[in-house]
């Protein structure tokens, strides 16, 4: 049973997503080969091996540097016939979802999306996919011969396992067609930490009071090496950047710990958030809704327990 593992890059730098969906395809116990599009640093190509991937396809047609779905699919599919893969693995992500549609579709692959866990194979082929914004779990069973798996972050543990991955150059063959859609503008994500790629994320309300009072917020957060984000009043006010809105709306995460600071906790927002393994809750009404759902709670005023807490982050450190 051969695995193949798309991972997907920016800036010629993998994502850490990505690492985690190799970590997973070597969970399953088989080869895993992963497969790279577009310009990637090639030190981040071999990287690839320390989480399991013992070889590297790499497209490094510029054509390729943009994530058009067509193009993408067409390359993964004959790459996962010509190394005689069952499995495709990738993460749950507005670039692999969709790719990873198209490749079920073409190869005749059962598809499972939003999956937390490696699957049970002790009788059958069973992965546990998130539901209902998170809510729930359900049961699947793949019994189709050629499988394709979108994992959400987290799914698996991310630990070093291996060496330097063997890089094979490949030259696909590409037509007009697999370019029929364009991309014409891209809003970059700002940050030294970007919201879907985050292990902590830090994030904002009203009970800022105001965008001049977000200062304390980015400093905690490049103590923590954070992202930051908001809820979805603070975006729609101007307050903050639109990519920072965390929801269901929104950008929904995943992180090791979630600190949600002077935000009440509305069902919208609990929707993007209720995947993270930790959360801390930080608001001055006992209250807010959002401690229902916390792990930890502080009920004090931010202004008065952010700048406490970061020093004493600071001084552990």
Known sequence: MATLVFVESAEGKIRSTSLEAVAYAHALGAGVTAIALGTVDKAELENLGKYGAQKVLHAADAKLDQGIVQAYSSVITKAMQDENADILVLANSSLGTPVAAKVAIRIGAGFASNVVEVPNTSNGFVVKRSIYTGKAFSLVEMKSAKKVIAIKKNAAELKEVGGTAQIVSITP????????????????ATGEVLLPEANIVVSGGRGMKGPEHWGILEELAKTLHAATGCSKPVSDMGWRPHHEHVGQTGVKVAPQLYIAIGISGAIQHLAGVNSSKCIVVINKDPEAPFFKAADYGIVGDAFDVIPKLTAAIKASK
């Open 173 to 188: 063959s590409l037509t007009d067609a697999d370019f029929n859609a364009k991309i014409t503008a891209t809003e970059k």
